[in-house]
Nanobody
């Protein structure tokens, strides 16, 4: 059974930093594209960043230069380092694992950025 468990969310002031982690189990982690998505209140879920098995990364324009995605295949974990946080970054952040037609999702972790 595939499980993705996010952690590291919380309340932070604008300008601060948080590091999210997503621990995966039940899948061949290294073969999956891992991603972070977020859903703000009243908005649709959107892509934040992805990292391929070859360590190619992609970022949404809104987070470029502030967020960094990384992965540790030995620990089956993907990270999202978030710096210079803004109130508009407030959302539930979800981890996802994708390979071909298969995709798996975590339950999310809440990030709240106060102004």
């Amino acid at each position: 059974q595939v499980q993705l468990v996010e952690s590291g969310g919380g309340l932070v002031q604008a300008g601060g930093s948080l590091r999210l982690s997503c621990a995966a189990s039940g899948l061949t982690f290294g073969s999956y594209v891992m991603g972070w998505y977020r859903q703000a209140p009243g908005k649709e879920r959107g892509l934040v960043a992805t990292i391929s098995s070859g360590l190619n990364t992609y970022y949404a324009d809104s987070v470029k230069g502030r967020f960094t995605i990384s992965r540790d295949n030995a620990k089956n974990t993907v990270y999202l380092q978030m710096n210079s946080l803004k109130p508009e970054d407030t959302a539930v952040y979800y981890c996802a694992a994708k390979r071909g037609a298969m995709d798996y999702w975590g339950k999310g972790t809440l990030v709240t950025v106060s102004s």
